[in-house]
Structures are given as C-alpha cells and as structure tokens.
C-alpha cells in the first residue's frame, strides 16, 4: 500500500503468540463479541512531529503505544502513514486499532471491567492526549529539535486564531483533481479568515504602540492627561502641551484606529475598544 511506512500488532508481554498475527487478532476479536452492537476495537488517528525522521517518528509511536495500551493488557494493530506524494509534505501520522478487551495468557478476558483502565471515554482520551504531548515533546528534545506539541486548544493557549480543519487524504485527492469538496472549502475559508484575524492584529498591534507613546510623551508634560482623544481636539493649548510628535502621534492614532473599527468584523472592533481602554 503506498505510503506504509510501517505495519505491526503490538501486545502485552504475556500475551499468547497468536496475537501478533493479524488475521488470527481480528478474528478472535469478532468470536469475543455476541451482541450486534458490539465494540470490537478503539481507533486513534495521531499526527507525527514531521521534524523527527521515519525511524525516530517510529520509536515514537512504540513508546506511546506501549505506555497507553500493551502495559495496560491490549493489543495495538499500528500503521505508520507517510504524506501522500503531491499533499502536505507534513502529515505524517498513526493509525492505531486497540483491542476492546484486555489479552491475558490463555486468551481475552470475559469482560470489559477495566478497559483500556478507564471508565469514562473523556477522562480516557484526555489521559491519553497527556500522555502523547508529554512523549512526543520528550523524543522531540532527545534529538535536539526545538519544536513543541501543546495539546491545549488554541483559547486555552490565548490565541485568537481559528482551529483549522484536517482535510485527509482522500480529499486532497479529489482537489487535486479538480473536484470541488466540502471539507476542502471550509479549510480555505477557515485559512483566509485566519490570515485576516493576523493581519488585523498586527494593526492593533502597530496602533497600540502609538497609543503608548503618546502616554510616554504626555507623561513628561505636567497638567495634560495622556489620552488620545484629548490629541485629537485641536485646541491649541492641547497640541501645545502634547508637542509636534505627540500630535502626529496622536493623529495616526486615530486615523488607524479608525480605519480598523470600519473594517466591521468582530476582532477588528475588539481592536479597536482595547486601544481606548482606561
């Protein structure tokens, strides 16, 4: 299959030899199951750091895969993806197919008491979220590369900045060939707003600036309050006071902050009410 990296069965040490075959595993698993609605398996889809290469990508994926699922009593089925040929030279990722039931040594427990050692799927998922930042971010300096991974949303990170959205492989495909998707036109959208959000910050940014020089030249002229509505009166007392670089100051103050309110969105007009707050 192109772009397998790497394909195994991982299991506990204990473990009968016939789960490291493939078929033999998924076909226990099914034989397990009586009810139609049954959970045969749990499924992670994990991106890799693409700044590790294949092999260190790959001791990885073990440690993380150990840590979270073989010690604890079940199998893993992992897959180790490399970016299609003509999509983001970034996504790399695991597929990860964990057992429902924990291995013992004659076989599969009778029950799903303990599985995968939890019982609350969200405790679960954020243990294991925990888990894959703390390994991804300790293989990451192992070998010296500066990158991070923060698992935590972008709001809890204080980014004002929206969460983009994953398109996968198969839409890739069919951009490619020039069939219009869905998830591909949310993507580009999400992307422009994005760059939108970025550059109406770094005009806030750059008026903000102004706004802090004003208060630093108006704090040297006694009686007059640094406030660039105060600027942007006229009087002649007032410019006085404030001197010729406070007023132009001032002036491209206003005129910014002006210029981003009309933009009319919504981060413009925080912008815009944050320059002015007492």
Not at 55 to 76: C, I, S
Not at 85 to 112: M, P, Q, S, W, Y
Not at 200 to 219: H, P, T
Request: hydrophobic share 35%; charged share 35%.
């Amino acid at each position: 299959k192109r772009g397998l990296l790497f394909s195994g069965v991982f299991a506990p040490a204990d473990a009968p030899a016939w789960v490291k075959d493939r078929e033999q595993l998924w076909n226990a698993v099914e034989k397990c199951e009586k009810r139609k609605d049954s959970t045969l398996a749990r499924e992670y889809e994990v991106s890799l750091p693409h700044e590790l290469t294949a092999e260190q990508r790959r001791y990885l994926v073990q440690d993380f895969v150990k840590e979270n699922f073989t010690r604890k009593g079940y199998a893993a089925d992992v897959n180790i993806h490399e970016p299609d040929e003509k999509g983001d030279e970034r996504n790399h990722h695991v597929h990860i197919l964990v057992t429902d039931r924990r291995l013992e040594k004659d076989g599969f427990a009778a029950d799903k008491k303990e599985r995968h050692g939890m019982g609350n799927n969200i405790k679960e998922l954020e243990a294991i979220r925990d888990s894959w930042e703390k390994l991804a971010n300790h293989h990451l300096e192992r070998w010296g590369i500066a990158a991070h991974i923060d698992r935590r949303s972008l709001q809890e990170q204080g980014l004002d900045r929206e969460p983009t959205q994953h398109r996968g492989p198969h839409v890739d495909a069919m951009e490619r060939k020039g069939v219009p998707t869905e998830r591909g036109f949310e993507a580009r959208a999400i992307d422009a707003r994005n760059c939108e959000r970025a550059a109406l910050q770094s005009e806030a940014a750059a008026l903000d600036r102004d706004r802090r020089q004003i208060e630093v030249e108006a704090e040297d002229t006694p009686d007059v309050a640094p406030r660039a509505e105060k600027a942007s009166t006229g009087s002649g007392t007032e410019t006085g006071a404030f001197g010729k670089g406070a007023e132009k100051t001032a002036t491209r103050l206003l005129s910014g902050a002006a210029d981003l309110a009309g933009k009319g969105t919504e981060a413009a007009a925080d912008a815009f009410a944050s320059l002015f707050a007492a």
